[in-house]
């Protein structure tokens, strides 16, 4: 069945009504039309009869709420993460902010070709070179002090292409996807490559999920005592790295549950999929494929970003459901959607 646009509108103007008129962890009250911005189809079908079979107390897959854990990837599944990862971008302005007290930058990569903007070498250095940026920038201060630069960040950058906040460039039919399992007693967690000081920052304003059900990659950290203070230290040195099979490891310790549910866009995903494929019961495995060049963007094999090759052909052969961006989302950002509303008449 179609949704007429009007009606789409108004369902959208209920959703956020909802939305903000309940705390993120709670239920909350029915919404007549869940995932609205979700095209009718086989990927919206088999999230709501997953849905509706696992809270269904008299199904023989039901869940019991302490057991409804769902787990989501952040880049590329909850906001985008083209052009480069946009922790990448904030590290990167964060290193010509640093640049004047490290003249030995100028000549030490991959610190140079931050500063001389030379993306592709940058990238050419793989993980090594961007942990080591991270490390760089992200370390020597307060984690307080962190969390006052990140908010700052978040509050003057902008993407290249779309001149948005970063915070802004999250995917509308991935927070309706949020805000329906929180109303069926799923508890949503983030689990990240990225950093999780990082994304503790933003998240619960932009996803509804509050800090403490964030997994992500970390760096060490100790205990000092400055200025009459005791705080929390950052060290150039990295914890743990919440990537690939780090990802059931990190949602081991972190949750101490397997998901049911569990979403991402990337071979950086597989192994959590496939963690919670194989727990006992029923469960739910997604991915999404960005498709939309038009919109948003379109890559998975051979994507040096977000690449997504042995999850396709793993969810094809198992069934797990994959998300046509371009097919299956009728918007894919909210200020998208801020716009259709405002030239919109009803």
């Known amino acids: 069945m179609k949704i007429h646009r009007t009606v789409y509108f108004l369902v959208i103007l209920v959703f956020i009504i909802s939305v903000f008129s309940c ?23 088999a999230i709501i009869h997953f849905v509706e079979d696992v ?3 008299n199904s023989a897959n039901f869940v019991e709420i302490p057991d409804r854990i769902a787990t989501f990837d952040n880049d590329g599944n909850l906001w ?7 922790q990448l971008n904030f590290a990167i302005d964060r290193i010509k902010n640093l640049a004047q007290d490290h003249p030995e930058w100028t000549t030490k990569q991959p610190f140079k070709s931050v500063l001389e903007d030379d993306i592709s070498t940058l990238l050419s250095y793989g993980h090594r070179g961007l942990l080591e940026l991270v490390m760089a920038s992200h370390a020597g201060i307060s984690a307080e002090e962190f969390e006052r630069i990140v908010r700052d960040w978040m509050s003057t950058a902008r993407h290249p292409r779309f001149n948005q906040p970063y915070n802004k460039m999250i995917y509308q039919p991935m927070l309706e996807l949020l805000y329906y399992l929180r109303n069926n007693d799923f508890k949503t967690f983030i ?22 059900q964030v997994v992500g990659s ?4 100790e205990l000092a005592f400055v200025d009459g203070k005791h705080v929390v230290m950052r060290l150039p040195e990295m914890d743990f790295i919440d990537d690939k099979a780090g990802k059931p490891l990190g949602i081991n310790k972190h949750i101490g549950r397997r998901p049911v549910f569990a979403s991402g866009n990337s071979d950086g995903d597989l192994e959590m999929l496939q963690y919670t494929d194989d727990g006992e019961g029923a469960s739910f495995k997604l991915f999404l494929h960005h498709t939309d060049s038009s919109r948003e963007w379109a890559y998975d094999r051979d994507s040096h970003i977000g690449k997504l090759d042995k999850g396709l052909d793993e969810a094809k052969e198992k069934g797990w459901t994959v998300i046509d961006m371009k097919e299956d989302w009728k918007v894919i950002y909210p200020f998208e959607l801020e716009k259709e509303l405002k030239t919109s008449s009803f």
């Open 218 to 221: 970390s760096i060490k950290t």
């Open 191 to 212: 689990v990240s490559g990225g950093g999780i000081e990082f994304i503790r920052v933003w998240g619960e304003e932009a996803y509804g999920i509050p800090k403490d």
């Open 80 to 86: 985008s993460e083209q052009p480069m990862y946009f």
């Open 23 to 45: 705390s993120s962890g709670s239920s909350g009250g029915e919404i007549s039309y869940p995932l609205p911005s979700w095209n009718e189809g086989e990927t919206k079908s």
């Open 55 to 57: 809270t269904n107390t």
